[in-house]
């Protein structure tokens, strides 16, 4: 096998699938009910075509990106998806480990199957924390500041998520979660399964549907780590917003995020930056989200379904596979920086109609 590596993501996926036993493939690979929004996620990225242009000298590509003030060898991020221990007995820590031998920022999920702290210890590299709002505040508030003091440098604030959308696949399968290893005080509430999925039962039981824009002032009183907002658009005074809908396993029939993002960025207005996710499958798809506005990009089955194949090395793997081809991308369309990626390098379904 080794001797013949995937060559790329959906190869990785295959593996995946062979790898892993069906609960946990369709876990990773499921989204929310009809599953119209996961198919449109990446349809709507094949909707996008690019201009190539030529007779630039494209000997050196440079695609390091900012975000917040750090400095990355490239836009692409490692989304924050729950359970790793699914995929690989490593679970986050090899996942952390891939992003931070690649330089890529990861964002630790609050339903890491590992604690925040022994990812942070298992290697050096910039993260985010990816944080759910539960009904007793003060065990999100804890996890604040448990990051915080493990160096981690932002958080993501997940607002898709008042109550866990329907994924048929894990309510069909009984699906059966890995412990959730930052929420042990969380494990002694009673969790119903009788709708079938143990996730959907503990999201119902810890997760607070009433979260709102309130919440956003408490949750900057407690920290000083600035704020991403993933899920939704602008304002409150934080310092970016992801468009996302999380991997179309939240509300079916959203829209495909890279079809919101550019009204989104029309209406941020450069006030912050943007980001998205969703669909990414390709290197062309990071340069169609950047040539639509966005600053960075974040990819979550692609990593988990390298996880699953080959562990750490796969994860690894496959964002630089992600890097490899995103600076083809770039070369074939004459660009020689992020900086040079234009609105004018893609055509859009809008644009033929206009
Ligand atoms: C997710 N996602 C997610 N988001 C989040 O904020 N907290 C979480 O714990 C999880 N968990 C999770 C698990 C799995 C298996 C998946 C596939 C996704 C959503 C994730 O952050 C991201 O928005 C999507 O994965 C992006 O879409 P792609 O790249 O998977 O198509």
Redesign the pocket.
């Given at each position: 096998m080794e001797n013949n590596l995937p060559v790329n993501v959906r190869e990785y996926q295959e593996l995946a699938k062979k790898a892993l036993p069906k609960m946990a493939y369709d876990?990773?690979?499921g989204g929310a009910e009809d599953e119209h929004t996961l198919r449109e996620?990446?349809a709507a990225y094949g909707r996008i075509i690019l201009r190539p242009r030529v007779l630039v000298d494209v000997s050196k590509i440079d695609m390091s990106t900012t975000l917040l003030g750090y400095n990355m060898p490239s836009p692409i991020i490692v989304?924050?998806?729950?359970?790793h221990k699914l995929a690989h007995p490593e679970g986050e820590k090899a996942t952390a480990r891939a992003a931070a031998s690649c330089n890529a920022i990861m964002?630790l999920?609050?339903?890491s199957s590992y604690k925040i702290e022994d990812v942070a210890s298992s290697c050096n590299a910039i993260r985010f924390y990816?944080l759910?709002v539960y009904k007793w505040r003060e065990v999100s508030e804890r996890l604040v500041r448990r990051a915080e003091s493990c160096g981690f440098k932002a958080l993501?604030l997940?607002v898709d998520?008042p109550m866990l959308g329907r994924r048929e696949a894990d309510i069909r399968n009984k699906m059966v979660f890995p412990p959730s290893a930052n929420l042990e005080e969380l494990k002694k509430i009673n969790v119903d399964t009788t709708g079938g999925s143990q996730l959907e039962g503990f999201a119902r039981a810890t997760l607070d549907p009433s979260l709102s824009w309130k919440d956003i002032e408490w949750l900057k009183s407690i920290t000083t780590m600035p704020i991403l907002l993933?899920?939704i658009a602008v304002e409150a005074g934080v310092a970016g917003v992801?468009v996302?809908?999380?991997?179309?396993?939240q509300l079916d029939y959203a829209p495909a995020t890279i079809a919101a993002l550019e009204e989104v960025v029309k209406a941020v207005a450069g006030a912050v930056p943007v980001l998205v996710?969703?669909?990414?499958?390709r290197g062309t798809d990071v340069f169609k989200a950047l040539a639509l506005g966005a600053r960075a990009v974040?990819?979550?089955?692609?990593v988990?379904f390298g996880l699953a194949a080959r562990g750490e090395a796969g994860a690894r793997h496959v964002i630089e596979m992600l890097n490899g081809e995103l600076e083809v991308a770039m070369a074939l369309c004459g660009c020689r920086s992020v900086g040079e990626i234009t609105r004018s390098h893609v055509m859009t379904e809008g644009d033929r109609i206009r």
């Amino acid at each position: 096998m080794e001797n013949n590596l995937p060559v790329n993501v959906r190869e990785y996926q295959e593996l995946a699938k062979k790898a892993l036993p069906k609960m946990a493939y369709d876990y990773i690979n499921g989204g929310a009910e009809d599953e119209h929004t996961l198919r449109e996620n990446i349809a709507a990225y094949g909707r996008i075509i690019l201009r190539p242009r030529v007779l630039v000298d494209v000997s050196k590509i440079d695609m390091s990106t900012t975000l917040l003030g750090y400095n990355m060898p490239s836009p692409i991020i490692v989304a924050p998806t729950g359970g790793h221990k699914l995929a690989h007995p490593e679970g986050e820590k090899a996942t952390a480990r891939a992003a931070a031998s690649c330089n890529a920022i990861m964002v630790l999920s609050s339903g890491s199957s590992y604690k925040i702290e022994d990812v942070a210890s298992s290697c050096n590299a910039i993260r985010f924390y990816q944080l759910y709002v539960y009904k007793w505040r003060e065990v999100s508030e804890r996890l604040v500041r448990r990051a915080e003091s493990c160096g981690f440098k932002a958080l993501v604030l997940t607002v898709d998520t008042p109550m866990l959308g329907r994924r048929e696949a894990d309510i069909r399968n009984k699906m059966v979660f890995p412990p959730s290893a930052n929420l042990e005080e969380l494990k002694k509430i009673n969790v119903d399964t009788t709708g079938g999925s143990q996730l959907e039962g503990f999201a119902r039981a810890t997760l607070d549907p009433s979260l709102s824009w309130k919440d956003i002032e408490w949750l900057k009183s407690i920290t000083t780590m600035p704020i991403l907002l993933k899920g939704i658009a602008v304002e409150a005074g934080v310092a970016g917003v992801i468009v996302s809908n999380h991997g179309a396993r939240q509300l079916d029939y959203a829209p495909a995020t890279i079809a919101a993002l550019e009204e989104v960025v029309k209406a941020v207005a450069g006030a912050v930056p943007v980001l998205v996710d969703g669909g990414i499958r390709r290197g062309t798809d990071v340069f169609k989200a950047l040539a639509l506005g966005a600053r960075a990009v974040m990819v979550g089955r692609p990593v988990f379904f390298g996880l699953a194949a080959r562990g750490e090395a796969g994860a690894r793997h496959v964002i630089e596979m992600l890097n490899g081809e995103l600076e083809v991308a770039m070369a074939l369309c004459g660009c020689r920086s992020v900086g040079e990626i234009t609105r004018s390098h893609v055509m859009t379904e809008g644009d033929r109609i206009r």
